[in-house]
């Protein structure tokens, strides 16, 4: 059995923080995002972009990747954003 892929994204606030989560479809999470549920994260800025994507193979992968981008400074972060450029 083949594991469909998953993600690790940035999603940038209003306020210019990134957040940093995980799913099996980023764009659907992104827009739930943007409604204001999915993540407390977001009831203090609201979600204006989705800024960079990178996929794993399976969930645990893209959990580890998750945890080393969360411990990245901001600087390390915005340089993610800027090798992919989808703002």
Same mark, same amino acid.
């Given at each position: 059995?083949?594991?469909?892929?998953?993600?690790? @994204?940035? +999603?940038?606030?209003?306020?210019?923080?990134? @957040?940093?989560?995980?799913?099996?479809?980023?764009?659907?999470?992104?827009?739930?995002?943007?409604?204001?549920?999915?993540?407390?994260?977001?009831?203090?800025?609201?979600? +204006?972009?989705? +800024? @960079?994507?990178?996929?794993?193979?399976?969930?645990?992968?893209?959990?580890? /990747?998750?945890?080393?981008?969360?411990?990245?400074?901001?600087?390390?972060?915005?340089?993610? +954003? /800027?090798? /992919?450029?989808?703002?």
């Amino acid at each position: 059995m083949v594991e469909k892929p998953w993600f690790v @994204y940035l +999603v940038r606030a209003a306020n210019g923080s990134l @957040y940093c989560g995980i799913s099996d479809d980023p764009v659907r999470r992104f827009a739930k995002h943007q409604t204001g549920k999915g993540a407390r994260f977001f009831a203090s800025s609201p979600a +204006v972009a989705l +800024v @960079y994507v990178e996929s794993w193979p399976d969930k645990g992968e893209a959990l580890r /990747q998750e945890r080393l981008i969360k411990k990245l400074r901001k600087s390390a972060k915005e340089c993610l +954003v /800027q090798s /992919q450029k989808l703002e």
